[in-house]
């Protein structure tokens, strides 16, 4: 039985081969036909044109990438036309990525771009490398701009009244006592004293000078805001203009943030080529050493500020200086009231918290990349709740702006779109471009620009590193006519009791007469009638003119040009400071009997000329 079926089974294997091979010999397989190359109209990219008409459907080009950088079929498809010719030899075209992957000899792998679907335009989109200041640039120079704008804009509506012609504080009279002094000459010695552009100017229409000044800085200090492009020149321009305002503007002009401005606009004008007004100059990068000349300003800042506080006043000591500052500050916001009366453990919270954002956190610049990030997030969150918590003028905005030295491009990337063409796109392909433009000879003129700003800054920081060393620390004080490199600090002292000062004039030739009739000066963003509605003044100074009521019109017209009114001695009381912990005083009650005090001696006080 097993022999038939072993015979049977080797016939049907035999027929089966035999019949396979009549099979091929009948149907030989065709010879594989070479693939044609594409025509030059399928490797032509489809057209950016209006859109396709309804009921056609044209294909898109997927943003910023190619469609051949596209997965799916639609990238294969696109693919294949750009290859041509080696989509007829796969084989050749396999073993050329194998040895490209191999041997590297492709093309070099842009940094910064990631692997994956965010490089192939989803997601968020490239990133752009550390290290680098292009997009720190623009920020920075829109931020300086931001805040000569303010500056120019408060010292047109207030400059006439204060240093005017017929100001409180005349700034011709005062050149007049400088010039004078110098033997009535302008030599170098009364240029050194009070370096002002106002020197060579025509003074017989002073508030004219004033305005265009004004009104010059605005227009370019716009310019720089709106469109992120400046140079050296522009920059250059708006510093001399700010620093001659500052030089004759007496004690209107002595507050540290003015110093603090001319200081930051100084650093402003070195970020800037020369001429070129780009907000990406390639042939000018930023400097390491302007970056560095940012933060060393906001270490000086901060360490200046906490090491005043802790040798001044004890208060800063005992962390009890918060029970009084919201109160006492120069002007409080409606949010100020609540933050005063906090319960005590948290106002001491607050101040080991100032102490260590003050004293701690700025060292962190020197440990690193991100420590240095680090820093610039706690110091602008801290100027934040200043802000939030009263009004120092534009001092807390002009502080947030040499943090923002503290981060690279990578870091500012999310401030800016990731357009196609964009100023993102643009940065990330001049980090990916290895080439290098060989040096010329601007090149190496900038770079010796930039070391000798370098040597400057360090040259000048020697004083003012003694001082922060010194137990005599002083705050707020320029070592150089230019104001460079300055000293700063603020709240050294607090204020434990708070005294309004509330001034009445007359008109009346005899102002010891009974008849006579005094009325109150109001002045803006001072506390005064409680039931007036409490007002945050914008970022931009306390307005130290008067703003309407009594002898002072609602108009720009200054005090002075309503006659010489006399200050009334009796109309000065003093306000007592309100514990933290005691119950709020009622609405109207504002001093009792016995806080009340004269300020003033009882006789009219000398006018501007006898005090100059």
């Known amino acids: 039985m097993s022999s038939h079926l072993n015979t049977f089974i080797s016939k049907t294997v035999s027929r089966a081969r035999s019949a396979q091979h009549t099979f091929l010999h009948r149907n030989p397989s065709p010879r594989p036909r070479p693939r044609r190359a594409p025509t030059e109209a399928q490797l032509r990219p489809p057209p950016r044109g209006p859109p396709a008409k309804p009921g056609r459907r044209r294909p898109r080009s997927g ?3 190619p469609p051949a950088a596209l997965p799916g079929p639609r990238g294969a498809a696109s693919r294949m036309l750009a290859a041509g010719p080696d989509m007829a030899a796969p084989s050749a075209a396999l073993r050329q990525r194998r040895a490209a992957a191999a041997g590297g000899s492709g093309a070099p792998e842009t940094p910064g771009r990631a692997e994956g679907p965010e490089s192939a335009g989803g997601g968020v989109g490239p990133l752009l490398s550390p290290g680098t200041f292009w997009l720190t640039r623009i920020v920075l120079l829109r931020a300086v701009a931001l ?3 303010v500056a120019f804009l408060v010292a047109y509506h207030q400059n006439k009244q204060l240093i005017g012609e017929k100001g409180l504080l005349p700034c011709k ?35 004219s000078i004033l305005d265009y000044i004004s009104l010059l800085g605005l227009v370019i200090s716009a310019f720089v805001l709106i469109t992120g492009c400046a140079n050296m020149v522009l920059m250059a321009v708006l510093w001399v203009l700010y620093l001659s305002l500052v030089n004759v503007g007496q004690i209107w002009y002595s507050f540290g943030w003015e110093s603090q401005l001319l200081e930051t606009g100084f650093l402003g004008m070195f970020l800037c080529p020369l001429w070129t007004l780009s907000r990406l100059p390639r042939s000018t990068p930023p400097s390491s050493i302007v970056i560095w000349g940012f933060r060393w300003l906001i270490f000086r800042i901060m360490l200046g ?26 002007v409080p916001n409606p949010i100020a009231y609540f933050m005063h009366r906090s319960p005590g453990w948290f106002h001491q919270f607050e101040t080991l918290f100032n102490h260590f954002i003050e004293l701690v956190v700025p060292f962190f610049i020197f440990m690193g990349r991100k420590m240095c990030m680090v820093h610039g997030v706690l110091q602008i969150l801290f100027q934040v709740l200043l802000i939030i918590s009263g009004n120092l003028s534009f001092l807390n905005w002009l502080t947030i702006v040499p943090s923002i030295a503290c981060f690279d491009d990578r870091s500012l990337a999310f401030l800016f779109s ?21 040096p010329g000879l601007g090149c190496h003129i900038r770079r010796v620009v930039n070391i000798s700003f370098g040597l400057l800054i360090a040259y000048l920081s020697v004083p003012v590193v003694i001082n922060l060393l010194s137990s005599r620390q002083v705050m707020n004080t320029s070592f150089n006519p230019l104001r460079i490199v300055n000293t700063y600090g603020a709240f050294g ?25 005094w009325q109150e000066f109001d002045f803006k963003c001072k506390p005064g009638d409680l039931k007036a509605k409490p007002l945050d003044h914008p970022p931009g100074g306390e307005a130290a003119g008067p703003g309407g009521g009594g002898l002072v019109p609602d108009s720009n017209e200054p005090i002075r040009r309503q006659g010489s009114p006399t ?22 009650q504002v001093v009792d009997s016995e806080e009340d005090r004269p300020l003033l001696p009882p006789c009219q006080p000398p006018g501007p000329e006898e005090v100059l």
């Open 63 to 65: 943003g910023c990438f």
């Open 147 to 149: 805040l000569y704008l």
């Open 173 to 207: 009279l005062y050149l007049q006592n400088v010039k004078k002094y110098f033997k009535g000459k302008i030599n170098l010695d009364a240029l050194s004293y009070a370096p002002t552009i106002i020197w060579f100017l025509d003074w017989s229409d002073m508030d």
């Open 305 to 330: 500020a906490g090491l005043i506080k802790i040798r001044e006043d004890h208060c800063w000591r005992d962390l009890t200086c918060m029970n009084y500052h919201y109160e006492t500050q120069p």
């Open 418 to 438: 990731p357009r196609c063409g964009g100023v993102k796109d643009r940065v990330l392909q001049l980090q990916g471009s290895g080439e290098q433009p060989p």
């Open 493 to 517: 002292s607090i204020t434990k009791e708070r005294t309004e000062v509330i001034l009445q004039g007359t008109s009346s030739p005899d102002p010891n007469d009974p008849a006579a009739v």
């Open 567 to 588: 200050v009334d001695p009796r109309g000065t009381f003093q306000v007592q400071i309100q514990q933290a912990w005691r119950s709020a005083r009622c609405r109207g």
